[in-house]
């Protein structure tokens, strides 16, 4: 007998989907509340089989900044950004996305299976933090610049610099970036010298983090490619990641369509 059948009335099924949207966190107290309200008794485990049945699943929520958008700027700068990436294809400019992220062993521990009561454990409060301004394209190619300190414009600018020096190309290379204050005011500083250099910064609209798609690639390196030995220190996690962003675009690879 499936799910579906034991919970047969549409309305009670109707109001444990409102009552599971009304709380998404709060699944393992549905069967106490429909009892209070039906005076039948249904396990938890058949809730669960059910919302399987109807393509529910379980997974991390997150923070979004959709509330602070605004659409039709949002719209405009899918557009733009869509007419940049078609003349990249076309071969009339290069195409990178920048932005940067922090590592440290104290943060983004990744999950892990492992036999059910024993317990896997890293070190806590192990200090120090590696920040990572990056530069990617679509086509895998990478410039990666490591600071231990916290980002400021000119560290961006130093970044900018490498990655100039780094390009070889007579064409047109845009570099997206969000409106961080320290983007903004590196590229106001150096904006006349990254011109002659064939570089054009294009900055995303406010509040538009998804747009920038070098954010998949913070994902990837932190939740898919760190190897759990990594999170042991400081020094293990930096080198670890040190390897992966120098072997970005060869070992590690992601595929941004």
């Known amino acids: 007998m499936g799910a579906e059948e034991l919970l047969d009335n549409e309305t009670e099924r109707v109001e444990l989907e409102n009552e599971l949207e009304q709380a998404p966190y709060r699944a393992r107290l549905l069967p106490a509340r429909f009892h209070e309200r039906t005076g039948k008794t249904v396990a938890f485990s058949t809730i669960k089989r059910w919302l399987k049945e109807r393509h529910w699943v379980w997974k991390r929520c997150r923070r979004s900044l959709k509330t602070k958008q605004d659409p039709v700027a949002f719209e405009e700068g899918q557009r733009a950004l869509q007419v940049l990436k078609t003349q990249e294809v076309a071969g009339e400019i290069d195409l990178f996305f920048l932005d940067e992220s922090g590592f440290s062993a104290g943060t983004c521990l990744p ?16 200090p120090g933090r590696v920040n990572a301004i990056g530069l990617v394209s ?119 369509v």
Not at 117 to 123: D, E, F, R, V, Y
Not at 204 to 219: A, Q, R
Request: net charge neutral.
């Open 111 to 126: 999950y892990a299976w492992k036999p059910q009561g024993k317990t896997l454990a890293l070190p806590a409060n192990s």
């Open 138 to 256: 679509l086509q895998g190619a990478s410039y990666f610049h490591t600071v231990e300190t916290t980002v400021t414009s000119a560290n961006i600018t130093e970044a900018m610099a490498g990655f100039i020096c780094f390009r070889i190309t007579e064409k047109l290379t845009v570099v997206v970036m969000d409106n961080a204050p320290f983007h903004r005011k590196a590229e106001r500083e150096n904006q006349a010298l990254w011109l002659l250099s064939g570089v054009w910064v294009w900055f995303l609209p406010p509040y538009s983090p998804e747009l920038n798609l070098i954010e998949i690639l913070w994902k990837k390196i932190k939740y898919e490619w760190l190897p759990w030995e990594a999170y042991a220190s400081f020094q293990t996690l930096r080198s670890a990641l040190l390897d992966v962003l120098h072997n970005y675009g060869e070992k590690y690879r992601v595929n941004f």
